[in-house]
């Protein structure tokens, strides 16, 4: 040997290559290399011949088993995600800068020196150090992270995308064209347990570099398979479209967690296959899907885009067919939003809605329903009454002394009348599976000697009376719910009709709704002396 070798070795990635093992021969302990051979210090030849053992122990993961670039792209991500994972931990500090750049990058396609850059690059980058290099060592990068290679879970992957992401788009703008879909399809594909919505919150980052697409809604999105058209209904205005369009994307919602609490899978009525589309994460990336391993999963991404995975293939909500009986399902849950606004609002024609044999099978399919309707148009319609706490004081001592004059100088106070029919809106719409609505029960005499209290209970709801009785045995807050559900009411608008009838009466609120329910004890003992009217 003369000091020089023209011969390259290991060879480069753009040369014909075949590898030969003979396992006889001696590994030579001055391999040829690029650069003239100089002579080795004991430890740096020691750690010379390590990593070249290490190259060539990652090549051989992949005899016989990585076809021609190009050919079977899912074979080559097979071969990079064992090699990935073999080189996970590997460490280099090589000063050399080997220019790399090929389609679908791998370890396999790279030479010595190359695969000495890359590694020392990366080293660097995990070190909070970006430099420029060749592109494609950048997307081998991004592949391992996208198998979760070097990562701690999948918030920390999540957090080195967005890293590279934002750092190195300053040298390479291209990136902003791969990476909102790789960022998407690591959410999906990551076993992430908080909705995306939530990652963008706490990521100021991530929420500066990445734009949602505009999201439909499941009005949007059902009502072009509908087989009746809200749009087309005489009873259709802006306005009233307004209102049904945000009721029906509460239903929907609600029906969504009744699915996911065990009640019946009514999106499963609807499309032709469920299970949805074939999807492919990555598609323009080395992606290997058996490295999430082979548990069965759903994410929803979004209202209305949802991903299942049944270990070994992805599939999407994306272009599923609608069923015929879909149609009418979607179309009869639109129709029964718009009845109850109908009767809700007066409007002089009624709308029959009759659900037939269509899930009627499936118990409570139907309550659930109504009781979404009737829940959101009271979440919609209910009157917040806001008491500034600096002025609550005052406006106890203010209450104290109103109902010492009341105690002291008693009035008659005025018979209130029953409600007329049709006086409460939607009265005459009766929700499927539901008797006659509640309504208040009329005061028909006044109290004895005035007392503001016994009108105020005597102008309770059996729903609020119910509750102030719970209230004042110190029933816990849950006993408190289910009152309220039984009634068909939410807690919370019980209590604030309940709280502004005291304010009407006797000028402050009786409960405030948090963590649990409190009855305030300085208006206990007149509470109870007005329940008392009730019972005699």
Known sequence: ??????????????????????EATPVREEPPVREPVRPLAGGEKTASARRIRRFLEMRRLALGNFPPAGRDKRQQAAVFYQQARMMEDFEDDYQGDHPFSMYFPSYQMMDYEQWRTYFS???????????????????????????????????????????????????????????????????????????????????????????????????????????YKPEQSRFY??????????????????????????????????????????????????????????????VRFSDTEVYWYDGVRWKSSRNRMC?????????LLFKRVEQF?????????????????????????????????????????RKVVTVDPVHLDRIRENAL?????????????????????????????????????????AVESSPEGGDPWAALVYSFTAAEREAVRLLLD???????????????????????????????AVGDTLVELSDAAVLYDDYREDLERGMRYESE
């Not at 069923?323 to 179309?331: F, T, V």
């Open 1 to 22: 040997m003369d000091g020089q070798n023209t011969s390259t070795w290991p060879p480069m990635a753009d040369d014909p290559f075949a590898e030969v093992v003979v």
């Open 121 to 227: 690059w990366r080293t660097r980058v995990r070190q909070g150090e970006i430099r420029r290099t060749s592109f494609s060592y950048v997307f081998v990068y991004l592949y391992e992270l996208i198998h979760h290679i070097g990562v701690e879970d999948s918030r920390d992957g999540l957090r080195r995308l967005v890293q590279i992401w934002e750092e190195y788009r300053e040298f390479e703008p291209k990136l902003d064209h791969y990476m909102p879909i790789w960022v998407k399809d690591y959410y999906i594909t990551g076993g992430f347990d908080v909705p995306f919505a939530s990652l963008l919150e706490e990521d100021e980052r991530l929420r500066r570099l990445y734009t949602p697409a505009e999201q439909e809604d499941f009005y949007a999105f059902y009502a072009p398979l509908s087989a």
């Open 237 to 298: 205005t802006e306005d009233t479209g307004r209102e049904m369009r945000a009721c029906f994307n509460y239903l929907a919602a609600s029906l969504v967690r009744y699915q996911q609490e065990g009640g019946p899978d009514w999106e499963k009525r609807i499309f032709c296959e469920q299970a949805g589309n074939i999807w492919q994460p990555f598609p323009k990336a080395l992606y290997d899907p058996s490295c999430i391993g082979g548990e069965s999963r759903t």
């Open 323 to 331: 069923k015929e009986s879909g149609r009418r399902l979607i179309g």
């Open 341 to 381: 606004y109908r009767q809700a609002s007066g409007y002089r024609y009624r709308l029959n809605v009759d659900p037939g044999g269509m899930l009627s099978e499936e118990k409570g399919f139907w309550q659930r329903v109504d009781g979404a309707i009737q829940e959101y148009y009271r979440l919609s319609h």
């Open 401 to 441: 002394q109103t109902q010492e004059k009341l105690l002291v100088e008693p009035e008659t106070y005025p018979e209130t009348e029953a409600p007329a029919e049709g006086d409460t809106p939607g009265s005459e719409w009766t929700s499927a599976g539901e008797e006659d609505a509640e309504a208040p029960l």
């Open 474 to 504: 110190g029933a816990p807050l849950n006993a408190l719910y289910d009152s309220a559900r039984r009634h068909g009411q939410m807690l919370e608008v019980l209590v604030d009709g309940l709280n502004q009838k005291a304010l009407d």
